[in-house]
């Protein structure tokens, strides 16, 4: 399992039965971390980088990850800064 901020980065190792879903590994988790700010219930989940259902199940030696909300869309920013060097550009 793997959450982070931009300060700080959690990992836990949970061992779980093959039937396990994700949601079974971030209860497992909940239980070793000492981590109340990780948003457990209400973040978007994933495996290795790819969005999935806490009704999915993971393989062996998957990392699900804990999704924390941009603070922004990483495009519309990139969007920001051309047109601010295309403004500064035509003065």
């Known amino acids: 399992m793997a959450y982070a901020t931009p300060s700080q980065q959690y990992l836990w190792a949970v061992e779980l039965p093959w039937e396990a879903?994700?949601?079974?590994a971030i209860e497992a988790a909940r239980r070793v971390a000492n981590a109340p700010e990780v948003p457990w219930d209400?973040?978007?989940v994933?495996?290795?980088g790819e969005l999935c259902q806490r009704s999915d199940r993971p393989?062996?030696?998957d990392r699900i990850e804990i999704y924390r909300p941009l603070r922004c869309d990483p495009r519309q920013?990139?969007?920001e800064q051309v047109q601010k060097q295309r403004k500064a550009r035509d003065r």
Not at 21 to 24: E, F, G, I, N
């Open 21 to 24: 879903t994700v949601a079974d």
């Open 42 to 44: 209400s973040a978007p």
């Open 46 to 48: 994933g495996i290795f």
């Open 59 to 61: 393989a062996a030696g």
């Open 77 to 79: 920013r990139r969007r």
